[in-house]
C-alpha cells in the first residue's frame, strides 16, 4: 500500500504502520492530535485486516451481574447503588442458577459475569457464584469477575492473586473480563475513583492469571477527564505487560456515559472522538489481536463505523441480561441483538461474519 501524506510526521508513522512496524508513544500522540479521520481509517483497517483478515466476529452470550452493592464510589459509574435504594439487587445462588439453567442446552458458549465489589463478598461467595454456573452449564466458558473485584476478595482472603485464581480455576473458571482498568494515571484515579484498586494491582491480577494460563482482556475508559497522554500510557502499559505474559486476548475502549453519574455535567465526547480513539488503540496495541466495539455502549447503530476504524470484534448477543450501559444512558435500552442482526452488521461493514469462542478460535455450526 502506497501512503502519501502532506504532514512528514504523519506520513512517516503511516509508513511504519503499513510496514508492520510498532508505534511509540510519541507517535500514537501525534495521531490523536494531528491526523485526520480518513487516515486513521485506512491505517486502523490495515492493521485489522493484517491480524484478522476480513473478519469480523461475534459470540452467543449472556450475563449475570450477581450484585450492583458497591464498597467503591467511583465518580463516572451509574451502576452502583447503595443498600435499600430501590434499583439495588444482590442475587443469591438460587437466582444465579436460575438465570443460568435457562440457557441449559442452548447454543449459548460463554456466560459473562461481573458486578459491584459486594463489602461483604470474600473468595467464598466468588467461588460459591462459579460453582452454581459450572454445575448448571458444565459446557459453558465462564469468563468472571474483574480485577478489582478479585484483588477486594483475595485481600480480605489474604491470599495471592495466583493462589485466589487457583481455587476459583478449581470451581470452573476459565477467564476474566478487562473491567476496572480505567484510566492508569494515578492523579486522575484520585479524581475518579480515588479508593479503588490501583493499576499496579489491576495488572497484578491478570498477570497472575496469565501465568496460570487463564486468558483475560482489558479496557481503558475514555472520554471523560483524560488527555491524550493518559490514553497512550495506559494502553502502553497494557502493551508492556502483553509482551511479557501474551494473557490478554481483547482490548476494549469502553466510552463514559453521562447519565446518573456525580460526572455527567461533563457529557459526552462526539462520534467522531469515539472512532479517532478505535483507530489509535487499534494501531498502537499491535500486540493484543482482537479490538472490540461493545455495542451497549456505542449502540448498534455505530458499530459499521466502528468496524472502519479497526474494530474486528462486535461482542456477542447478550440477551438483555446486562444493566451497566444502559443505567449510564447508552442509546439501546433493550440490549439483545440476534445472531442474524449482528452478521448482517459485518455484512453491512464490507466484513465476514465469524462466530467465535471465547478464546477467539473460529466456530463452524
Request: proline share 4%.
Amino acid at each position: 500500500m502506497q501512503l502519501t501524506h502532506h504532514n512528514p510526521q504523519l506520513h512517516a508513522v503511516g509508513q511504519k504502520v503499513i510496514a508492520s512496524q510498532r508505534i511509540d508513544e510519541g507517535e500514537a500522540l501525534l495521531l490523536y492530535r494531528h491526523a485526520d479521520l480518513a487516515l486513521l481509517a485506512l491505517l486502523a483497517t490495515a492493521v485489522s485486516e493484517r491480524l484478522n483478515g476480513n473478519h469480523v466476529l461475534y459470540n452467543k452470550n449472556f450475563h449475570i451481574e450477581p450484585t450492583n452493592l458497591c464498597r467503591y464510589s467511583c465518580q463516572f459509574c451509574s451502576y452502583h447503588k447503595p443498600e435499600h435504594d430501590p434499583q439495588q439487587w444482590t442475587l443469591t445462588l438460587a437466582d444465579i442458577d436460575k438465570t443460568a439453567r435457562r440457557y441449559a442446552g442452548s447454543d449459548v458458549t460463554e456466560a459473562h459475569i461481573v458486578g459491584g465489589v459486594h463489602p461483604q463478598w470474600g473468595l467464598d461467595e466468588y467461588c460459591a457464584i462459579v460453582r452454581t454456573v459450572r454445575t448448571a452449564l458444565p459446557k459453558v466458558h465462564i469468563k468472571a469477575f474483574s480485577a478489582i473485584e478479585l484483588h477486594y476478595a483475595f485481600e480480605k482472603e489474604h491470599c495471592t492473586p495466583t493462589e485466589g485464581l487457583q481455587r476459583l480455576q478449581h470451581e470452573g473458571l476459565n477467564s476474566i473480563p478487562g473491567g476496572g482498568a480505567e484510566i492508569f494515571d494515578h492523579e486522575v484515579r484520585q479524581q475518579i475513583c480515588p479508593d479503588k484498586a490501583s493499576p499496579e494491582q489491576w495488572l497484578a491480577v491478570h498477570k497472575a492469571a496469565h501465568q496460570l494460563g487463564i486468558s483475560s482482556n482489558a479496557t481503558m475508559l475514555y472520554g471523560h477527564i483524560e488527555r491524550y497522554e493518559h490514553r497512550v500510557a495506559h494502553m502502553a502499559a497494557i502493551r508492556a505487560m502483553q509482551d511479557q505474559t501474551g494473557g490478554f486476548s481483547c482490548f476494549i475502549p469502553l466510552k463514559f456515559r453521562a447519565a446518573n453519574n456525580p460526572m455527567g455535567h461533563l457529557g459526552e465526547v462526539p462520534l467522531s472522538e469515539d472512532l479517532r480513539n478505535y483507530a489509535v488503540c487499534r494501531i498502537f496495541m499491535d500486540n493484543i489481536a482482537h479490538l472490540k466495539a461493545y455495542w451497549p455502549m456505542l449502540g448498534i447503530a455505530h458499530l459499521p463505523l466502528a468496524i472502519a476504524f479497526g474494530a474486528d470484534d462486535i461482542d456477542g448477543t447478550i440477551d438483555d441480561t446486562t444493566k451497566i450501559y444502559t443505567m449510564a444512558g447508552a442509546q439501546d435500552q433493550t440490549v439483545r441483538l440476534t445472531v442474524d442482526a449482528l452478521r448482517d452488521i459485518a455484512h453491512g461493514a464490507g466484513k465476514i461474519p465469524v462466530e467465535r469462542d471465547s478464546l477467539y478460535r473460529h466456530l463452524t455450526r
